[in-house]
């Protein structure tokens, strides 16, 4: 050993250190170790990714080029140092509420969070709650969140019908994704029209957007009976209507159906277009199902608050997930739901705006032929609580996917592809999801029904009950067929003022309602399913034909001819000349329905329809309803404006918005 003069000592063999070799070793040590704890990370992340059946996954596909932190759009606003007085007056009055300069700054993606729920909006009001941890999802992941409000639509609340406000909600939420500084947002739906108003303004302007459902109520029980929101009101309505309950009786069943915070607890319009929107690919899987109170629901949130970060970072935008064949999966899957008639307008609405083609031709071509697996009222017995715990929507994908029906390698919101979510997901529980080839209906779609009425109006088959099979679709020699003298009610007030008054209306009358389409109402209200007289509820028919260029509640068990376009509020439409005694015959087999007059009959009534001034319908209210009404298409094409549908991928067509200083 040799010891020096402060004391170090070195063995004798020791030759001089080269600094500068081992100065390289090191970095390139640290180099190696960077790479793998960067490979380290990825693998953890997935492993996160994969025990979490609501996470969703954070390996991103290898085709997709990452964003970089300066392709965002929120620094146009925040951080753009080329003009520096207009980036001081966007980035200044976001700091008022304790927002600083160095997160703005900092390259995080701002992510809106479209905020639905309100007390005004009682379907939607436990988003209140669920933005939370929408938010803690994006802080988690990186991001920065901005809640800002939506017009509320409540089904249930607004007059003159809710469906008057879907293109206004619309054109909102359009304003506010291409306004303001946002690089992606998560939609707040649940209530019937929410879900279509926020997929329609992120499909116009194509910035990375996910859904997030508010989810169903708790089962509603009277005594031992199930009781499903909105089918007890239908049910109850006609027992009020035999005298077999009273009106305080009436109020108590009804608000049984009612016991939790969330939207209607059956497969009526709220949870079909909810479940639609996670077919189409726009929410993250087996979330559409959970009931609201329910912890899950919490964490789906959460977990779509991080997803849609890493999708800002993917560029993964309605676009690329709302194709032609996402389209065709949900119509598969809203006849396998037994899925509200009010679907089609809302889909066929979201593909207009995303520049698709789609109608309701495609509704029947596609879906009539798919069974009904889901055993949930109003085509079935039990209630959403009970489709969630058999598995969900994943169960009835999975029974799809087995059986060839959809188009499996389609990207959705989480990255996976349509078979990755849903492949072998199958239920435990087949008295509420029966397998494919076990089903409760064989043909569940849609009818597509056309001719001297009208052009196009929907008729849903798996409602069609025993009773009524038996009474108009069983003759002996024409098979699917019907023929009945109708009345006419010009609007619901007219229905409820004459039903019990009109001595003619027997058990093979077809009862027409029309004056209820998107101009003559306005908006298209749900007044289409029309029960039968008192009279005969007590002689035990409890259904009528019913045709109408209105809507029907979703949650409604009558099989309505519906949605009828062109309205009776158009000059030249079928609607606008039939008259009460006319004969209408209805073929199922043609899918036909047409007013059994001549061509010169039908010809002299449109030209005095024409010298009179053409059909009556009430006067406008508001504002708005003038603006709707002049705008304005028919159900079959969605009820969208025509005006708007020219705009689409605005993010991209038009770039970032005009300096408003």
């Known amino acids: 050993m040799i010891v020096n003069q402060n004391g170090c000592t070195c063995p004798r063999s020791k030759e001089p250190v080269d600094i500068e070799n081992i100065q390289h070793d090191l970095n390139e040590q640290l180099l190696q170790a960077t790479a793998r704890a960067e490979k380290a990370e990825a693998m953890l992340r997935e492993l996160m990714a994969k025990s979490d059946n609501n996470a969703p996954t954070l390996v991103t596909n290898s085709d997709r080029e990452r964003k970089t932190p300066e392709d965002l759009r929120s620094l146009k606003w925040f951080n753009d140092k080329l003009n520096p007085g207009m980036t001081a007056l966007y980035i200044e009055r976001y700091l008022n509420f304790g927002l600083t300069i160095e997160e703005l700054q900092s390259g995080k993606p701002i992510i809106g969070i479209a905020q639905t729920g309100s007390d005004l909006s009682p379907c939607n009001r436990h988003h209140l709650e669920l933005a939370k941890r929408v938010r803690e999802g994006i802080r988690t992941a990186g991001g920065i969140a901005l809640e800002f409000p939506c017009h509320p639509i409540q089904e249930t609340g607004k007059r003159p019908t809710a469906c008057l406000d879907r293109n206004l909600s619309y054109l909102s939420l359009v304003e506010v994704l291409y306004g303001y500084p946002l690089d992606g947002v998560v939609l707040l739906t649940g209530c019937d029209k929410t879900m279509p108003a926020m997929i329609m303004a992120a499909a116009t302007v194509n910035i990375p ?194 059986a060839k029906k959809l188009h499996e390698d389609l990207i959705t919101v989480n990255g996976r592809t349509i078979k990755e979510n849903y492949e072998n997901k199958f239920t435990w529980n087949k008295n509420v999801i029966r397998p494919y080839d076990q089903p409760l209906v064989d043909n569940a779609g849609f009818l597509n029904l056309k001719g001297s009425l009208f052009d196009s109006a929907i008729m849903k088959s798996c409602v069609i009950s025993k009773e009524f099979r038996d009474r108009y679709l069983s003759h002996p020699d024409h098979p699917n067929v019907f023929e009945g003298k109708c009345v006419v009610f010009d609007g619901p007030e007219d229905y409820h003022n004459n039903i019990d008054n009109i001595d003619v209306i027997d058990e093979y009358t077809i009862m027409i309602m029309r004056g209820a389409g998107p101009i003559g109402y306005p908006g298209a209200a749900e007044v289409v399913n029309m029960q039968p007289p008192a009279k005969l509820l ?21 099989p309505s001819i519906l949605n009828a376009t062109p309205e009776s509020a158009i000059a030249g439409s079928g609607l606008s000349i039939v008259k009460s005694g006319d004969v209408i015959r209805i073929d199922l087999n043609k899918k036909t329905a047409d007013i059994l007059i001549t061509k010169d009959e039908m010809e002299s009534r449109h030209q005095s329809l024409r010298e009179s001034g053409g059909p009556v319908y009430p006067d406008s209210q ?19 404006f025509d005006s708007a549908v020219k705009y689409q991928k605005v993010a991209q067509v038009s770039g970032v918005p005009r300096d408003n200083h």
């Open 538 to 558: 007590r002689k035990g028919v409890s259904s009528l034909p019913c045709i109408g260029d209105g809507r029907q509640s979703g949650t409604s068990g009558t």
């Open 209 to 402: 957007a996910i859904s997030l459902n508010v989810g169903p109520m708790l089962n509603g029980y009277w005594q031992e009976q199930l009781t499903g929101s909105g089918t007890i009101i239908w049910k109850s309505r006609e027992r009020h209507a035999k005298g077999d309950i009273d009106y305080e009786q009436f109020m108590d069943i009804v608000g049984s159906s009612a016991p939790s915070t969330g939207h209607c607890n059956t497969m009526g319009t709220a949870s079909t277009m909810n479940a639609l929107a996670e077919a189409l690919g726009m929410s993250l899987p087996n979330t559409a199902s959970i009931p609201a109170p329910y912890r899950e629901r919490g964490q789906a949130a959460y977990a779509t608050g991080k997803r849609i970060v890493e999708m800002v970072w993917l560029d993964l935008k309605p676009s690329d997930i709302l194709v032609r064949e996402a389209f065709e999966n949900a119509i598969v899957t809203n006849a396998a739901i037994g899925g509200s008639t009010n679907a089609p307008i809302h889909i066929n609405a979201i593909a207009k705006h995303m520049g698709v083609a789609l109608d309701n031709d495609d509704w029947m071509n596609i879906g009539f032929e798919i069974p009904l697996l889901l055993n949930v009222q109003p085509a079935g017995e039990f209630l959403c609580e009970d489709y969630h715990r058999a598995g969900g929507l994943p169960a009835i994908m999975a029974e799809l996917l087995s």
């Open 622 to 640: 508001t504002p708005w309803q003038d603006i709707f009404r002049r705008e304005v298409g028919g159900l079959a094409g969605g009820m969208v």
